[in-house]
Structures are given as C-alpha cells and as structure tokens.
C-alpha cells in the first residue's frame, strides 16, 4: 500500500516553506516517526516524519523546493521493516537526548558522534550553538577562511582554518544565500521604518533595590522554584504595570482603526545562529515570577535547538529586548510590527549619580521606548518609561500591586 508524506498544514500567516535537508533516499528503509525532511518557513523550522514504516519509494520535492501546504512531497510503501546486514562503519552512537532538525542536519554534514559533545541544553540537550563551538574546536592553527556549509551556517560564516601560506595572497569572501527568517526580519524592520512616525524616548533606573531583593533571595528561589532569578522578570511585571496604566502602548494600529488588547502578551526577542527570533509569554500578566523565568529559560532553550513552534511565536502586544547581554550601552529598538511600541534594556554600569546632594556609584541601566508616534503621544511615552522606572527602584510595587 502506498503511503502519500505531504507538507503539514501552515498557519494562514506562512504562505510556504523550503525543503532544506532530506534525512532519507529513495529506496531507503524507514521507521514510523523517522525524520524524513526538515523544512524551513519564515519563522520555524518543521520536521517531518514518517507516516508509517515501510520503503521510501518516491521523493518530488528535491533540497531547496519551495512547498506549499499539503503539497505531496514523498511515497512510502508501507510493509514490515526487516534489518538488513551491513559490513559498513557503524554509524556514531546518538546522543542520550533526541536531536533538533537543525542540530541533526549539522551533525550528520559534518559527520560529528554527538556522544564527543557537550550539550548544554536542558538536560543535556544538544544546541546549535554546541556544535559549531566543537568545529570550530576542531579547527586547525592560524590564517585564514574555508566555510563549512551554508545551510550549517547561514550568515555567522563558521570556518575553519588553511596553512599560513596559502592564505597569504587571498582574500576570501563568500556569497550566502539569506534564510527565510533572516529575509523575513529584514523585510519586518525595513516596513517598521517606512509604515510607522516611529520615534524613541530614554529614561535611566537605578537597579540597586532590584539587585538587591535579587542577591537576598536568588537562592531560596532557585531551591524552590528551580529556576534562577534573573533581572527579566521584573522587567516583565513592571512594562505589564505600566501597560496597564498606558493601555495605546498596548494597543496596534489596523487600517484607520486602533485596537485596543485586553490581554498582554509580551514578546521577549532572542538572539540565535538562524536570526532574530521572539517568542511570547502569553498572558504574561497571569505569570508570577518563577513561571516567567522558567518560559524564558525554556524558549531560550527551544530557540538555540530550533524547536519553537508556531504557538510560542504568533500574537505579541508589546515587545523587550534586552541589548545589554552583548554590552550594548544605548540603542534605539525598531517595532515589531503591528505592536506599536518596544522596550530596550541595556548593559547595567556603575555611574556616579547625585542622591540628596552626595555623589555616590549606582548601577545604571538605560531604558530605551521606541514607539508609533501616529498612536502614542510623547507625554505617554514619557511616562510609560517613569512607570516601570518606579516600579524596578520600588520593588514593592510588583510585590504588592500598588
């Protein structure tokens, strides 16, 4: 009997997606729940598995295709599969933990045992990041540049090394082809720029009172909770007060109408290998602080995997970012369209700040809103920032909801 492998169904956001790696041949044997073929939209990457076991009779889409849903992709003829011998080298032992799609292909093009490699994801989990860390390990001594693969790394160009002296008269360059998610980020800012009066406001707090409550009760929460306590969470509950309180920061433009969401779900934007990626916490404002910290650690963790999938990224009223993790000072985020506002953390420094007439070292973090000024008015704006300015100098008030 023959078993049709089709494109799963897309969210009526993704119009397609591209075949990037099949894991199987034809005439290959194959398991149910094998990984057949990985295919990339705008946002994830999707895995694609067999429906049933059987013999891997007919591929029709080829490595790069662009797909559309329910596009038929493969045949199975579906039977029992019998081992076969083989006097081949026994392929490296798996991991103890399954592999991402991502992490899968980079194993297997660079034919790495994942045994050889630390994981530092959840328990023990093989990330991206893991790997490429180990080529470039591997890497011999000095000069310069052979790219591994473009689809191994689509932008970040990882190489390894050439001998000194043949590296003397060159100079590289390489010509790599833009992820979809990276050609989707570029073409989100580039119309954040030309569709939104988009402008940024700046204000300063004072960290000391947050790094203190931190420092006193960071491990009888982690105990508790199993989780750290980090800085974000209060950085969610305070822009959640202060949306509360400026409900048009919350709000998106649609054609001549303003809608207005009585929900808030916040987009905390992440760095990864494959592009800008924000996940969101939805309805952040029902998360207290351990359960905030644990989404964020577990989005991080799925982002760097590639395994987010679309219910972790769709909606998002307002958006954090925090630069600071890279020792950005000061910056001016863009939207992420359709929200009409985005908060910047930064790099907190000591600075010498005057308190009731005395000089004294505080650690300062610079505050960034950049918001559509066709939506909220610079006095909004203004006091947005003030608000979570108080809320993070008084921790009382997220504590105690005054």
């Known amino acids: 009997m023959s078993i049709e492998v089709r494109v799963p169904n897309l969210p009526e956001s993704v119009s397609d997606a591209t075949v990037i790696t099949w894991h199987k041949q034809a005439g ?55 081992a076969q011998a083989s006097t081949a080298t ?4 798996a991991a103890a933990t399954p592999l991402s799609p991502s992490v899968r292909r980079l194993v297997n093009e660079n034919t790495l045992n994942p045994a050889d490699i630390t994981g530092t994801g959840k328990s023990g989990r093989l990330t991206k990041t893991d790997v490429l860390e180990h ?45 979809r998610l990276r050609a989707k980020v570029a073409e989100r800012l580039l119309q954040a720029q ?67 969401h009585g929900y808030y779900d916040l987009g905390i934007a992440v ?32 982002a760097r995997a590639g395994s987010l999938s679309y219910d972790d990224l769709k909606g998002g009223t307002f958006t954090i970012t925090n630069g600071g ?20 953390m930064h790099a907190i420094k000591e600075r010498a700040v005057v308190e009731n007439g005395q000089i004294v070292i505080r650690p300062i973090m610079y505050l960034a809103l950049s918001y559509d000024h066709r939506l909220v008015d610079g006095r909004e704006a203004v006091q947005f920032l003030v608000t979570i300015k108080e809320c993070l100098e008084a921790p009382a008030h997220l504590l105690l909801n005054i």
């Open 325 to 344: 993790v890279f020792g950005s000072m000061l910056s001016t985020p863009i939207l992420n369209p359709p929200q009409c506002a985005i908060l910047g």
């Open 271 to 302: 760095s990864t290998p494959r592009g800008l990626i924000v996940p969101v916490l939805h309805d952040a404002d029902q998360l207290d602080f351990a359960g905030i910290e644990k989404s964020i650690v577990d989005y991080g963790e799925k």
């Open 135 to 179: 080529l470039n390990k591997q890497a011999p001594g000095p000069s310069v540049t052979k790219t591994i693969a473009p689809e191994t790394k689509p932008e970040a160009l990882q190489t390894v090394e050439l001998s000194t002296a043949a590296a003397s008269n060159l100079r590289p360059e390489q010509r790599v082809a833009m992820t």
């Open 90 to 93: 026994p392929e490296p032992k």
């Open 28 to 82: 290959d044997s194959v398991t149910k729940n094998d990984s057949l073929v990985d295919l990339e939209t705008d946002k994830v990457v999707l895995e694609v598995t067999a429906p049933e076991s059987g013999i891997l009779s007919q591929i029709l889409t080829a490595d790069g295709a662009i797909v559309i849903s329910d596009q038929l992709m493969a045949v199975i003829e579906a039977g029992e599969v019998k």
């Open 194 to 260: 030309q569709n939104a009066a988009m402008l940024t406001t700046f204000n300063e707090v004072n960290m000391q009172s947050v790094i203190d409550l931190r420092n006193q009760y960071k491990t009888r929460f982690e105990q508790k909770h199993n989780v750290k306590l980090g800085f974000m969470s209060f950085f969610v509950k305070a822009s959640i007060e202060a949306l509360k309180k400026f409900p048009a920061i919350n709000a998106s433009i649609d054609g001549n109408d303003i809608i207005y």
